[in-house]
């Protein structure tokens, strides 16, 4: 049975104190804890699956914004730009997060940009788009992923995997944060 969210993140908060405050002060005693936390993490292969497809999406929405940000051309050029270099260094952080996450449960992050393209359900930015159409396929590259962390954070809190579920949370508020903004731009 589900428990209901606050009480979900009651315990969260608990044991993120517990266990945060526990491994600090094993990696403080002694450096090789660290390398044995990593190992001993919990490493569900459907949280490994979904944490890395969100990974190559976010990598693909991360340099279609900055496509867009160079790019764009038109009357908001200004605006745009603005919220493109938001938003690309918020994806930037996300990424390096979510990585960091793969490699903290024992697996290895992707090797290489064609690994990141296979798995990604996003495509890279056409050559001809017209600056509208654009920042309508940023909307959309946003929804998806908010789609793909919802499906994340279900898949990690059925493995009780806090962490990951607290991380994909996060991602869905941001994504659909920036869908918004850009939609907003083009109405």
Request: charge should be negative; charged fraction near 30%.
């Amino acid at each position: 049975m589900k428990k209901n969210q606050s009480e979900k993140m009651q315990v969260r908060d608990n044991k993120k104190n517990i266990v945060g405050k526990n491994v600090l002060e094993k990696l403080e005693k002694n450096g090789a804890e660290k390398s044995a936390a990593v190992k001993n993490a919990p490493a569900d292969n459907q949280t490994v699956k979904h944490l890395k497809r969100v990974l190559a999406d976010t990598f693909v929405l991360y340099m279609k914004t900055y496509v867009v940000h160079w790019n764009y051309t038109g009357a908001n050029f200004f605006s745009v730009h603005k919220l493109t270099e938001v938003q690309y260094a918020e994806l930037a952080e996300a990424i390096d997060e979510i990585a960091e996450r793969i490699r903290a449960i024992g697996t290895e992050a992707p090797i290489s940009l064609s690994d990141v393209l296979k798995t990604a359900d996003l495509k890279e930015m056409s050559d001809d788009s017209d600056p509208r159409e654009a920042l309508k396929e940023l909307a959309a590259g946003h929804a998806l992923l908010s789609k793909r962390a919802k499906e994340a954070a279900d898949a990690t809190d059925e493995a009780d995997d806090d962490f990951s579920n607290d991380m994909m949370v996060a991602r869905i508020g941001a994504h659909d944060k920036a869908s918004w903004m850009l939609k907003s731009l083009v109405q």
